[in-house]
Each structure stands twice: as structure tokens, then as C-alpha cells.
T-cell receptor
Framework: DAKTTQPNSMESNEEEPVHLPCNHS???????IHWYRQLPSQGPEYVIH???SNVNNRMASLAIAEDRKSSTLILHRATLRDAAVYYC???????????????FGKGTKLSVIP | NAGVTQTPKFRILKIGQSMTLQCTQD?????MYWYRQDPGMGLKLIYY???????DKGEVPNGYNVSRSTTEDFPLRLELAAPSQTSVYFC?????????????FGQGTRLTVV
């Protein structure tokens, strides 16, 4: 899986939008962009994924740059429960053993201030 | 719907002891995975399985063994515990291997080897 770069930490005020950036300058045309988050003392949970177009679901929105070299996870209204480590992961659609695993970096630790 | 269940939640082992970390899922997923997470780091894949009777090594398989006799269960065996195996272990499952599918994680097993 191609490499991603995320800030180590970010802060947000409660009830304000949060934009979590991810750079993936070496992304290939077949890589999907996935986001997972890990709440304290919990296992990771899926947030959203996309390929080229912006995506929305009940948890968040994913904005993908036109050249696909970066993406942004958007939480529209941060709550205290959104305090977690957020991981941006590229998954290769080419198959093979590498396509089975999720390659987690260190992610971005989001703190939400009441 | 319980999802992915791991037992035990915590365990302390002495060097050289053995143990089995249990993982079961009730979503009828074919694909199951074991990851480990060291403090402040991302997750690393230990072993994975694409169906009953089929397992394969991930990124860090040394010191571990797995079996998959049923779709539901995917136990991880530590034969001779070493301090380097002190970590949090996560089991996960997914419906398929496609890069568009999400993985579901258990709550984790925190293992300390002393």
C-alpha cells in the first residue's frame, strides 16, 4: 500500500467542523482512500472510503483532491465522542497478499475541547 | 449482533508460557485478521484467513500460530511468550477482500509478558 502523511495531532472545539488532512502524493490509479478511527481503548472502526469523487455518509464526508494526491476527512460537527486517532489508509485494488491488509500509520490524534 | 468478540480482554503471561487468544465473529464473514498494536504505533498484520481451513502470514508472523476450522472462529496461539510480544491484539473480519469493503474490529486483548 502507498504511503500517507498525516499531522500527528489536531484540536477542535465541540460543535465546530473539523478538517483532517491526508497527503498521499504517490497514490496509484487503483488505490482506494480509506479512513478509520480508533477511540480510546477500542478497536479501529471504519469511517468512510472513496476513489475519486467526494463521498458522504452518516459519520463524515471525504473530500478528494482532483489529482488525488491529498484528501480531507470532514466531521461536520465535532462531539466529545469524536476524540480519537484517525487513520488515512490507501488500499491497492490490484490484489495479491497486500490487498488483504490495512496498513495503519500513526494517524492524527484529534482532541475535542468542550 | 455482537460483531467481533475477543477473549480475554487482559492477560499477564510469564516468559515462556503459552496462551490462545480467542476471536469469534457472527457476521458470516469469510475474511479474518489478527493485528498487533504496540504503544503509540499503528496496527501490524500478524496472520489472516480467507476462509475456513486457509490461513496465511502477514507482516509480523514470527512467534505466533493460527488455525481456522470454522467460519466463525480464528484463534491466535502464542507458544513461547516473550517480552517483545507485549502488545494489544486486535482481531478483525470483513465480508470480502475487495478494497471497498470495511473491516470490523474487536475490542482488543491487552497482553503483558513479564
Amino acid at each position: 500500500d502507498a504511503k500517507t502523511t498525516q499531522p500527528n495531532s489536531m484540536e477542535s472545539n465541540e460543535e465546530e467542523p473539523v478538517h483532517l488532512p491526508c497527503n498521499h502524493s504517490t497514490i496509484s490509479g487503483t488505490d482506494y482512500i480509506h479512513w478509520y478511527r480508533q477511540l480510546p481503548s477500542q478497536g479501529p472502526e471504519y469511517v468512510i472510503h472513496g476513489l475519486t469523487s467526494n463521498v458522504n455518509n452518516r459519520m463524515a464526508s471525504l473530500a478528494i483532491a482532483e489529482d488525488r494526491k491529498s484528501s480531507t476527512l470532514i466531521l461536520h460537527r465535532a462531539t466529545l465522542r469524536d476524540a480519537a486517532v484517525y487513520y488515512c489508509i490507501l488500499r491497492d485494488n490490484e490484489g495479491g497478499a497486500g490487498s488483504y491488509q490495512l496498513t495503519f500509520g500513526k494517524g492524527t490524534k484529534l482532541s475535542v475541547i468542550p | 449482533n455482537a460483531g467481533v468478540t475477543q477473549t480475554p480482554k487482559f492477560r499477564i503471561l510469564k516468559i515462556g508460557q503459552s496462551m490462545t487468544l480467542q476471536c469469534t465473529q457472527d457476521m458470516n464473514h469469510n475474511y479474518m485478521y489478527w493485528y498487533r498494536q504496540d504503544p503509540g504505533m499503528g496496527l501490524k498484520l500478524i496472520y489472516y484467513s480467507v476462509g475456513a481451513g486457509i490461513t496465511d502470514k502477514g507482516e509480523v508472523p514470527n512467534g505466533y500460530n493460527v488455525s481456522r476450522s470454522t467460519t466463525e472462529d480464528f484463534p491466535l496461539r502464542l507458544e513461547l511468550a516473550a517480552p517483545s510480544q507485549t502488545s494489544v491484539y486486535f482481531c478483525a473480519s470483513s465480508r470480502g477482500q475487495g478494497v471497498w469493503t470495511e473491516a470490523f474490529f474487536g475490542q482488543g486483548t491487552r497482553l503483558t509478558v513479564v
